[in-house]
Structure formats: structure tokens, C-alpha cells
């Protein structure tokens, strides 16, 4: 009888130590790429309006869209990268570069394809 329960109860933690590590490496293996709709888009809305966002700004490129944000990738993140007041640097005037993470957003976008959504 003791010996039984005994049995059942390794069976048990053997399910749940399985199933525990089987929906680990599910999640791990499975990285969702970044896209323009769910991780950029906000990002440039945040950081580079309202100057390149043409119903508010100037003569500016025109950052509320896919397309215009694909092409222009690799400039975006040259002038990003820079340090404030080099010539170049965005967002403009401010004093301070976007922070490591948001910088992170772009080159991982880019890397990941760029994708739409
Ligand atoms: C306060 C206004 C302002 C903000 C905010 C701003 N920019 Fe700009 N941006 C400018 C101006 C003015 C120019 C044109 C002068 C120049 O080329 O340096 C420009 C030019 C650019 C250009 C070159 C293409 C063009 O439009 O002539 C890129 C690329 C750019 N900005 C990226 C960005 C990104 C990315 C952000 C957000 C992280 C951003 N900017 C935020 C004002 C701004």
C-alpha cells in the first residue's frame, strides 16, 4: 500500500517536472520577430513627433508610415547613434540620445526584416 502511493507520487512529480520544462522551451524557441505595426510605430510616435509627423510638422520626412520608416532605416539609426549636438542628431535639439532600449527597437526591427506586421 505505501509502496504504491509511493509510485503514484513519482508519477505525478514526473508529469509536472515534464510538462513544467516542455512549455519552457516552447516559449524559447519560438521568438516572435519585431514589425512596424506592434513595436515600432509607437516608438516614432513617442520620440520624433511632432516634427516628422506632417499634420503637425514641417517639410520634414513624413515618419507615420510603414513605408517612408523602411526605407529610411539605416539613416534613422546613423542619426540616433550619434551624440547630441553632432550634426545630424535626432531627435533634434534635445539633449539627450533615446535610450539604449528604444535604440535597441530599431536595429532589431531592422535585423529582423523589417517587417510590416
Ligand atoms: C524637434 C523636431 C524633431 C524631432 C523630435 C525629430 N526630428 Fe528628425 N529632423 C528634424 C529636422 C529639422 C530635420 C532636417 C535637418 C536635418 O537633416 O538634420 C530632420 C531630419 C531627419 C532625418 C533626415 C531626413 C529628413 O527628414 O530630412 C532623419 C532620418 C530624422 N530626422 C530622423 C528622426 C528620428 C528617427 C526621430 C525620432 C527618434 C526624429 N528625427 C525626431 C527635426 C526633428
Known amino acids: 500500500m505505501k509502496k504504491s ?3 503514484c507520487g513519482m ?3 514526473a508529469i509536472f517536472l515534464y510538462n513544467c520544462s516542455g512549455s519552457k522551451k516552447a516559449t524559447a524557441s519560438k521568438p516572435v ?3 512596424y ?5 509607437s516608438v516614432v510616435e513617442a520620440n520624433c513627433a511632432p516634427c516628422h509627423i506632417p499634420a503637425k510638422g514641417g517639410n520634414k520626412r513624413a515618419y507615420d508610415n510603414f513605408a517612408n520608416v523602411k526605407s529610411d532605416i539605416d539613416e534613422i539609426i546613423r542619426r ?3 551624440n547630441p ?4 542628431f535626432m531627435p533634434f535639439k534635445k539633449t539627450a540620445r533615446l535610450g ?4 535597441a527597437v530599431f536595429k532589431k526591427w531592422k535585423a529582423d526584416g523589417l517587417g510590416e506586421k
Open 37 to 41: 505595426e506592434a513595436n515600432v510605430k
Open 11 to 13: 508519477m505525478a512529480s
Open 80 to 82: 540616433i547613434e550619434l
Open 100 to 103: 539604449d532600449s528604444t535604440i
Open 5 to 7: 502511493l509511493f509510485i
Open 85 to 88: 549636438g553632432e550634426r545630424g
Open 33 to 35: 520577430p519585431y514589425n
